[in-house]
């Protein structure tokens, strides 16, 4: 069989042997898809100011072969912002704060996560001590200091205001995502009862209409109000969304991506959290077992790592989406401060503030941060900077070299 296959070679003619090789139309699309992943970019869709938000959802894009692994238009996700102190350069300079955003490891595939069974065992010591309140603090959320996973639910969406923008993506709360479902199945029923076997009125590919986000003040409070616009015309999807929406990275890439840079900085976070509870869980048995068993899972060839003064691409990539913080995470920190009536001297008060200081550096913003000035003024004149903020390519907070590290961290792990 060898010999046949070698006689056609030396009998067909340099032009024979360049048509058998020609790529075929399908073979080059897919090829072409594939390659534009690896060069993409997310854009990060913020509701950074008061008004309404008008939004065209985008349906999960199935894979080349026409298969897909979730159906709808949103992914799930647990996580949590990690504030780390790092120490001073020198014993007279002031310690400073850094931030980074990590996912549930078991999440992202694997079978612990250090986070959860530290908050576990760092409740149970707090019960053995009779410290009710230490457990309640810090089984409960990450804005009252505890270990808690934030649940929320990524999608992509087209701005309609800007749509020249493309694909962007756009993370909800858990309770802006159960607002919109609602009103997604009462219309969807309605769409129904007069069309049998009408699609998803949001998410479909011909029959999606308008979602509405208006973020207002009520009184000192920030609120978003979530609607669907079913009285204009539905908003059908270009061929050359669809086209981009195929490129796209997938969602799950990015979200529930886990690595070794990820790892240390948990490490480290919750070192400091055995120091501020003043507990030894890291020492634990269960808890080193933990380390052990997610350090070994992780990719051999993962070569990223944490370090406060590292400044290389694993660093930087790896901050993940929001690299550090975003102004919604600030007004809602805020409106529990208020909620709760802590006032200016409350640690919650004070760490908010220096999270305020870190948004405004890390924005490049060009406000005077004052000792008089109050966190909610700061937050006021933090909304008028941005809107006089020309629009920018710094909107999208991972850049290029983050988003290359975020995939191919993903392509290693599979």
């Given at each position: 069989?060898?010999?046949?296959?070698?006689?056609?070679?030396l009998?067909?003619?340099?032009e024979?042997m360049?048509v058998?090789?020609?790529?075929?139309?399908?073979?080059?699309?897919?090829?072409?898809?594939?390659?534009?992943k690896?060069f993409?970019?997310?854009e990060?869709?913020?509701?950074?100011?008061?008004g309404?938000?008008?939004l065209?959802?985008?349906?999960?894009?199935?894979?080349?072969?026409?298969?897909?692994?979730?159906?709808?238009?949103?992914?799930?996700?647990?996580?949590?912002?990690?504030?780390?102190?790092?120490?001073?350069?020198?014993?007279?300079?002031?310690?400073?704060?850094?931030?980074?955003?990590v996912?549930?490891a078991?999440?992202?595939?694997?079978s612990?996560?250090l986070?959860?069974?530290?908050?576990?065992?760092?409740?149970?010591?707090?019960?053995?001590?009779?410290?009710?309140?230490l457990?309640?603090?810090?089984?409960?959320?990450?804005?009252?200091?505890?270990?808690?996973y934030?649940?929320?639910?990524?999608?992509?969406?087209?701005?309609?205001d800007e749509?020249?923008?493309?694909?962007q993506?756009?993370?909800?709360?858990?309770?802006?995502?159960?607002?919109?479902?609602e009103?997604?199945?009462k219309?969807w029923?309605k769409?129904?009862?007069k069309?049998?076997g009408?699609?998803?009125?949001?998410?479909?590919v011909y029959?999606?209409?308008?979602v509405?986000?208006?973020?207002?003040?009520?009184g000192?409070?920030?609120?978003?109000?979530?609607?669907?616009?079913?009285?204009?015309?539905?908003?059908?999807?270009?061929?050359?969304?669809?086209?981009?929406?195929?490129?796209?990275p997938?969602i799950?890439?990015?979200i529930?991506?886990?690595?070794r840079?990820l790892?240390?900085a948990?490490?480290?976070f919750l070192?400091?959290c055995?120091?501020?509870?003043e507990?030894?869980?890291?020492?634990?048995?269960?808890?080193k077992?933990?380390?052990d068993?997610?350090?070994?899972?992780?990719?051999?060839?993962?070569?990223?790592s944490?370090?406060?003064?590292?400044?290389?691409k694993?660093?930087?990539g790896?901050?993940?989406?929001?690299?550090?913080?975003?102004?919604?995470?600030?007004?809602v920190?805020?409106?529990?401060?208020?909620q709760?009536?802590?006032?200016d001297?409350?640690?919650?008060?004070?760490?908010?503030?220096?999270?305020?200081?870190t948004?405004i550096?890390?924005?490049?913003?060009?406000i005077?941060?004052?000792?008089g000035?109050?966190?909610?003024n700061?937050?006021?004149?933090?909304?008028e900077?941005?809107?006089?903020?020309?629009?920018?390519?710094?909107?999208?907070?991972?850049?290029?070299?983050?988003?290359?590290?975020?995939?191919?961290?993903?392509?290693?792990?599979?």
């Amino acid at each position: 069989m060898q010999e046949s296959n070698e006689k056609d070679i030396l009998t067909m003619s340099v032009e024979e042997m360049f048509v058998a090789s020609q790529e075929s139309y399908e073979a080059a699309q897919q090829r072409a898809i594939e390659e534009s992943k690896s060069f993409s970019k997310t854009e990060f869709f913020r509701m950074d100011k008061l008004g309404t938000y008008h939004l065209r959802v985008l349906p999960i894009a199935p894979s080349t072969d026409g298969r897909c692994d979730r159906l709808g238009y949103e992914y799930p996700v647990r996580q949590i912002l990690m504030e780390l102190i790092r120490p001073g350069a020198t014993p007279t300079s002031k310690a400073s704060s850094v931030y980074v955003s990590v996912t549930r490891a078991t999440d992202s595939g694997f079978s612990v996560d250090l986070i959860d069974t530290y908050r576990k065992l760092a409740v149970a010591a707090a019960n053995d001590r009779d410290d009710e309140k230490l457990a309640e603090k810090i089984g409960g959320g990450s804005f009252g200091g505890g270990l808690k996973y934030g649940y929320g639910h990524v999608m992509y969406i087209i701005d309609l205001d800007e749509r020249a923008k493309g694909i962007q993506m756009l993370t909800l709360s858990h309770s802006q995502f159960k607002e919109l479902d609602e009103r997604k199945f009462k219309l969807w029923q309605k769409k129904l009862s007069k069309s049998p076997g009408f699609p998803c009125p949001i998410s479909s590919v011909y029959n999606g209409y308008a979602v509405e986000i208006e973020k207002r003040k009520n009184g000192g409070k920030t609120e978003y109000v979530v609607d669907i616009d079913h009285v204009s015309d539905s908003i059908a999807l270009t061929n050359e969304e669809l086209a981009k929406l195929m490129a796209a990275p997938r969602i799950p890439e990015i979200i529930y991506r886990y690595n070794r840079y990820l790892y240390e900085a948990t490490i480290e976070f919750l070192k400091q959290c055995d120091a501020k509870f003043e507990m030894n869980i890291m020492d634990s048995l269960d808890m080193k077992y933990a380390i052990d068993k997610l350090g070994e899972e992780l990719p051999k060839d993962d070569k990223s790592s944490f370090s406060f003064d590292k400044r290389a691409k694993d660093s930087r990539g790896n901050a993940t989406e929001s690299a550090g913080i975003s102004l919604d995470d600030l007004f809602v920190r805020q409106e529990e401060l208020e909620q709760q009536k802590l006032g200016d001297k409350s640690p919650e008060y004070l760490d908010l503030r220096a999270m305020i200081r870190t948004y405004i550096e890390q924005e490049k913003l060009d406000i005077r941060f004052t000792r008089g000035t109050s966190n909610k003024n700061l937050l006021d004149m933090i909304e008028e900077a941005l809107k006089q903020a020309p629009e920018s390519a710094s909107d999208d907070p991972q850049g290029e070299d983050a988003q290359d590290e975020a995939q191919s961290s993903e392509r290693r792990r599979r």
